[in-house]
């Protein structure tokens, strides 16, 4: 298995604060990993560094071979804002066709997305009229237009219920099995156990990367939650 | 630089206007009130409507097409739309060209809808051809989009975007000679109206009034402001970046 994504002593500043102070990790291609933390952790900002929107400091990202960014990157990176970034004065379909045209694919394509998200019915609504969680799965119908082969996704699962929040999973254990790579931020740990490999992150430094079974070991608990709380515990001793 | 994204984006916009019927709406109805407000004004007085009609037609598309654009782009830099765009193989350039294009072919039914109420139901009389008038509105049309997406990256709230029409384009209309002639104006004033782009169009649209064939001047001014809007253009994708702190 190849490495999708390798971020080396990523140091980023927003307004004059370090937010990111050193990051290092890599992501295996053809895996789900979750990117868990608090809110204000700086889970958006390494997800801007590495879909190339962050201005950083210093470090290095570099996605599937190439530095993280760069245009042959942009028709194989899918991206999901945390709000979700689709016109609300557009219906789901004519959002989809656009992102589909951009692609410079056409309304097939779009049509399949929006019916991965289960959004089939809701296709000529207006997004603007749509609920919280409706809209972002329209957002997430836009960006895996195409088959990209990364999906970075900034909280995907916010607001759904927990019938579409299991499909979704589902359907992106399916890209990965395929060969897709998913990074998916997360602030609820329940979600946690469904990725396939974990990092941890709290005020601006990981505290932990590895599998969920790994790091459940380590800490001596089946609890997530509660193998997170020790992590951070422990990082505290040792520093004190 | 793709076509095809260019045009897909100008649709896109088109289509959102389109969900916007009461938009569209004022877009189109409101220029041709406004003359029809002038044409009882100066009821009586058909050379002074015909001066200012004329003109007008050309200045409402311009500030109209500046407020919609500017508000347009701040919506995509505010809703995260514009930061997504920039991650897609959308260029700057396709997506500036592309509001100059939507925004442009709305303004052609704005001008085309203004221009024949001010000739048919108002009796607007120009040397002229109304063609011609069109064409400039036009032209005007897509300068004020490229004005409105440059100025747009300096706004951060719609509040903010409202508050460049007085700065951007009150000055142009107070100095472009509809209010005072502009050989009569102080030395340094005429100097900053033959910097404005807007004192060229009004130049061409009254050119049209006064001779019965396209002078060169006119042709000379339509280029001028076609130049100005190319100039702005590049300017907003200038300020257009990938990378944000």
Known sequence: MGTAIEVRDLVVERGRREVLHGITCTIPSGSVTGLLGPSGSGKTTLIRAVVGVQIVKSGEVTVLGRPAGSAPLRSQVGYVTQAPSVYADLSVRENARYFAALLGLGAAEADRAIADVGLADARGQLVGNLSGGQRSRASLACAMIGEPKLLVLDEPTVGQDPVLRADLWARFHELADAGTTLLVSSHVMDEAGRCDRLLLIREGRLIGDDTPAAIRTAAGTDDLEEAFLRLIREREQVTA | ?245
């Open chain 2, 1 to 245: 630089m793709s076509l095809g994204i260019t045009f897909a984006t100008a649709g896109r916009v088109l289509r959102q206007l389109r969900h916007d019927r009461r938009t569209v709406a004022l877009l189109i109805v409101v220029p041709a009130l406004l003359l029809a407000l002038l044409y009882f004004m100066y009821d009586g007085a058909g050379g002074t409507f015909d001066r200012i009609a004329l003109v007008m037609l050309g200045v409402f598309p311009f500030v109209i097409m500046f407020l919609v654009t500017s508000i347009a782009m701040l919506r995509e830099r505010t809703t995260g739309t514009l930061e997504r765009l920039l991650t897609t193989p959308l260029g700057k350039i396709d997506l500036l060209f592309g509001y100059g294009l939507a925004f442009g072919l709305a303004a052609a039914v704005q001008g085309t809808v203004a221009t024949g109420a001010a000739y048919w139901l108002l009796g607007l009389q120009t040397s002229g051809n109304a063609g011609l008038v069109v064409l400039i509105a036009v032209v005007n049309a897509v300068l004020g989009v490229a004005l409105g997406l440059f100025c747009s990256a300096f706004a951060r709230t719609e509040f903010q975007a409202v508050q460049f029409l007085p700065v951007v384009v009150v000055p142009q209309l107070l100095l472009c000679g509809l209010f005072v002639p502009r050989e009569q104006m102080a030395g340094w004033l005429e100097g900053i109206s033959n910097a404005l782009p807007l004192t060229y169009a009004v130049e061409a649209l009254v050119q049209v009034g006064r001779s019965a064939e396209a002078t060169t001047t006119m042709w000379r001014d339509l280029a001028i402001v076609a130049g100005a809007a190319v100039v702005a253009l590049v300017l907003a994708a200038a300020t257009l970046r990938r990378r944000t702190p």
